[in-house]
C-alpha cells in the first residue's frame, strides 16, 4: 500500500508494539476507527510507521537515533472518498423520466 504525507489515514487495529521503551515513550495513542494525518513516515528495514499531526509523542533514543516513536503502518489504512456527483446526477431529470444504467455510471 502506498502512503504519503497529508495522506489521511483511519486507525484499523489498536494493537501496538510491545516494546518497553517504546511504550515508555508513547503518551498518546491512535484510536480505533479514528482519521489522522500523516505527518512523517520513518522507514527503517522492512517496517514503516507514522506520526500524526493530531498526535504527538516526545522523542526519546532508538537504533536509529533521536526522534519521536512512530505507529505501524500496518494498522492504518488510507481514508475512503466518496463522490456524490452519481447521486447528483440521480436527481437530474430527463426527457424519457427514467435514467438508463449506463447513464448513471457515466456511460461505463
Known amino acids: 500500500m502506498s502512503f504519503h504525507v497529508g ?3 483511519v486507525c484499523v487495529n489498536d494493537r ?5 521503551r517504546w511504550r515508555q515513550t508513547v503518551r498518546n495513542f491512535p484510536i ?3 482519521i489522522y494525518t500523516i505527518r512523517e513516515i520513518h522507514v527503517e528495514g522492512p517496517l514503516v510507521g507514522f506520526c500524526f499531526h493530531e498526535i504527538l509523542n516526545p522523542c526519546t ?5 533521536f526522534g519521536e516513536p512512530a505507529f505501524n503502518s ?3 489504512r488510507p481514508v475512503k472518498t466518496t463522490s456524490i456527483e ?3 446526477r440521480l436527481l437530474v431529470p430527463t426527457a424519457r423520466g427514467v435514467r ?3 447513464d448513471i455510471r457515466g456511460g461505463v
Not at 61 to 65: D, E, L, P, S, V
Open 74 to 76: 500496518r494498522n492504518f
Open 100 to 102: 438508463a444504467f449506463e
Open 16 to 20: 501496538f508494539s510491545r516494546d518497553m
Open 61 to 65: 533514543w532508538f537504533a536509529a537515533g
Open 86 to 88: 452519481v447521486f447528483k
Open 32 to 34: 480505533l476507527h479514528s
Open 7 to 9: 495522506q489521511q489515514i
